[in-house]
T-cell receptor, first 112, second 109 residues
Framework: TAGITQAPTSQILAAGRSMTLRCTQDMRHNAMYWYRQDLGLGLRLIHYSNTAGTTGKGEVPDGYSVSRANTDDFPLTLASAVPSQTSVYFC???????????FGEGSRLTVL | GQNIDQPTEMTATEGAIVQINCTYQTSGFNGLFWYQQHAGEAPTFLSYNVLDGLEEKGRFSSFLSRSKGYSYLLLKELQMKDSASYLCAARDSNYQLIWGAGTKLIIKP
């Protein structure tokens, strides 16, 4: 089974450009999450969705937006990228709000 | 504020036992998770504790003391493939996960 698929795997982006990181899961999990992981810091939650049609802000939401039109897809959009958004982005899902997380393989984004 | 503390790096010998500690301060508590993350890969779930005590799962065990805000992950019979980062995460009263920065475990032959 595929689990969670993220795309692209890596991307170099010019500052000021927009970018959408794609995330698709085939486990029919209700809850989905976007995290960023930076060296020396714990995973930080950007946005989350407890169920299709709803989204919420995490710890570091500024500069990012998400949508959850259906159960399977949870794209993350950077409207105007800045160098501080250089990071590894992980999408994750869980079958319930309090459940264990299943992570995608990550998307490494470099903003120059 | 909410905080998770765990050592940055630890070194152990193949075949030995290692204990990775984690202390947490959260607004309320709804469980503690341990994840394993190999370099360049995604985190994968190892264990979950919500009640005090030891949970054993093969070579890995996880312990929780809620009164002390403390957990540890115990790895026995270390193998080279156990070289990875180990992430501690506590769930607060809003069911949000607070993550530690991870402990990089280096296994030497």
């Amino acid at each position: 089974t595929a689990g969670i698929t993220q795309a692209p795997t890596s991307q170099i982006l010019a500052a000021g450009r927009s970018m959408t990181l794609r995330c698709t899961q085939d486990m029919r999990h209700n809850a989905m999450y976007w995290y960023r992981q930076d060296l020396g810091l714990g995973l930080r939650l950007i946005h989350y969705s407890n169920t299709a049609g709803t989204t919420g802000k995490g710890e570091v939401p500024d500069g990012y937006s998400v949508s959850r039109a259906n159960t399977d897809d949870f794209p993350l959009t950077l409207a105007s990228a800045v160098p501080s958004q250089t990071s590894v982005y992980f999408c994750a899902s869980s079958d319930r709000v309090a459940g264990e997380l299943f992570f995608g393989e990550g998307s490494r984004l470099t903003v120059l | 504020g909410q905080n998770i503390d765990q050592p940055t790096e630890m070194t152990a010998t193949e075949g030995a036992i290692v204990q990775i500690n984690c202390t947490y301060q959260t607004s309320g508590f709804n469980g503690l998770f341990w994840y394993q993350q190999h370099a360049g890969e995604a985190p994968t779930f190892l264990s979950y504790n919500v009640l005090d005590g030891l949970e054993e799962k093969g070579r890995f065990s996880s312990f929780l003391s809620r009164s002390k805000g403390y957990s540890y992950l115990l790895l026995k019979e270390l193998q080279m493939k156990d070289s990875a980062s180990y992430l501690c995460a506590a769930r607060d009263s809003n069911y949000q996960l607070i993550w530690g920065a991870g402990t990089k475990l280096i296994i030497k032959p």
